[in-house]
């Protein structure tokens, strides 16, 4: 048997017949928000995949799916508004919990290991980990000028409750030898076509070995849904979703860096180009690093974009703000284009990987279109950025964007 059919075999997904989404409100237009370029949003509409209410659809082979501003409508977004990101279509239609298994071997590992979902949530401690999983290119679509890929607005993440056991536990019960330098991940999604590379990420030991850097068993306190991974993917927090695999079926700590077409060719920015304090030092290579930590940022939630109000009457603005995991220091806000900006209220500080909330209220005092600006900075003193650090794949869009109401 092939190595892959072999971790599909494992994973109870030796066949992977196609998967058709259900395209349920296949009329619904998605309202032109956000100031994409033009027709940028032709295409897209409210569709639902299984288990999920409507979302934006961007492609339905692979499922390419955005959240709604629905979803953001607490710190906590529910499952079944949870964007869906997969880059290949050859999708499991369904995961068989008892068959399947996270196989643990590699170069660096004393005891192979087989577990069980079973064996996962008995012979481990649990952990709960509050993080934001947010694609790279999440905002792609507001890039300018225009990239290519799929052109997310400003839904691709989300903030969940994470639960399952650390990885470090179960790599010390492997018994990880000292030379690992980096951990390869394999989901039990693969291509369609034969040519096309699986998606297999790897992440550096340190990272692997982080107390936060768990397998999710469980998102919100229910089970993962299907497109989120069922029934188990590994959490990365304060890093982008790229490496957060989805359908986990292997884990293999390695003494080389790991030479995968995901990792050479894919999610990578110039080096230098983001501030990042935790770097993938062994799959650097001259010009270019793998994209790690989220940039800091920020979304205003409400007043929803063309709201009215009236001159004299209070709004209340509210949103959130994120970062790689170093916290939330402060969110500013402007209500006269960037002249002057004054500090929002931070709310609940549900931990350092998580939304952070914020409310900031003003009192119109003239009619026409009213903008708001708000921006974000974390504990490293990193700010949003007001012109775009324009880079090809659209990676890490951070830019201070407005909300425009209407005041009457
Ligand atoms: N197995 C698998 N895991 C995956 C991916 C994938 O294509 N296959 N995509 C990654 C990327 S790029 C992102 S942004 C997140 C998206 O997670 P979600 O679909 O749960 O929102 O999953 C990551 N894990
Ligand atoms: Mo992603």
């Not at 799916?65 to 499952?79: H, R, W």
């Not at 300018?144 to 056991?165: F, K, T």
């Not at 998102?219 to 959490?235: D, E, K, Q, V, W």
Request: charged share 15%.
């Amino acid at each position: 048997m092939q190595r892959r059919q072999f971790l599909q075999a494992l994973a109870g997904t030796a066949v992977l017949p196609s998967f058709t989404p259900v395209t349920a409100f296949a009329a619904e237009r998605v309202p032109l928000t956000y100031g994409l370029p033009a027709g940028a949003y032709g295409d897209a509409q409210m569709a639902s995949l299984p288990g999920k209410r409507p979302l934006i659809e961007w492609t339905a082979r692979p499922p390419n799916y955005e959240a709604p501003m629905a979803a953001f409508a607490t710190p906590v977004t529910p499952n079944d508004l949870f964007f869906v990101r997969y880059h290949l279509a050859g999708i499991p239609p369904q995961i068989d919990r008892q068959q399947w298994r996270i196989a643990v071997t590699g170069d660096s590992i004393a005891t192979p290991l087989q577990l069980s979902f079973q064996d996962l949530q008995r012979d481990y401690e649990q952990v709960d980990v509050t993080a934001v999983l947010q694609c790279s290119g999440s905002r792609r679509g507001l890039s300018d000028p225009h990239v290519p890929g799929v052109q997310w607005g400003l839904g691709a993440m989300g903030n969940a409750v994470w639960r399952g056991p650390r990885v470090k536990d179960i790599l010390a019960k492997a018994g990880l030898k000292p030379g690992a330098v980096e951990v390869v991940v394999n989901g039990a999604d693969g291509p369609v076509l034969t040519t096309t590379p699986d998606f297999v990420k790897s992440i550096p030991i340190a990272k692997a070995l982080d107390e936060n850097t768990i397998v999710a068993l469980q998102m919100n306190g229910a089970a993962l849904p299907h497109f989120n991974g069922y029934p188990a993917r590994l959490i990365m927090p304060g890093w982008t979703g790229t490496y957060w695999m989805k359908h986990l079926i292997s884990m293999e700590p390695v003494s080389k860096p790991f030479d995968g077409f995901w990792m050479r060719a894919a999610y990578r920015i110039p080096t230098g180009m983001f501030p990042t304090v935790q770097i993938f030092q062994t799959q650097e290579n001259a010009m270019t690093t793998p994209i790690t930590e989220m940039v800091v940022n920020s979304l205003i939630t409400s007043p929803a974009e063309g709201a009215h109000f009236r001159v004299g009457e209070p709004v209340t603005v509210t949103g959130f703000a994120w970062d790689g995991g170093y916290g939330i220091r402060s969110v500013i806000v402007s209500t006269d284009n960037g002249a002057s900006w004054r500090e929002a209220t931070l709310g609940n500080d549900l931990g350092r990987y998580a939304f952070r909330p914020w409310t900031y209220q003003f009192t119109p005092q003239a009619a026409g279109n009213q903008q708001i600006l708000a921006s974000a900075a974390n504990r490293l003193g990193e700010t949003q950025v007001r012109t775009l650090i324009f880079n090809g794949a659209g990676y890490h869009n951070n830019v201070v964007r407005p909300t425009t109401i209407v005041i009457a």
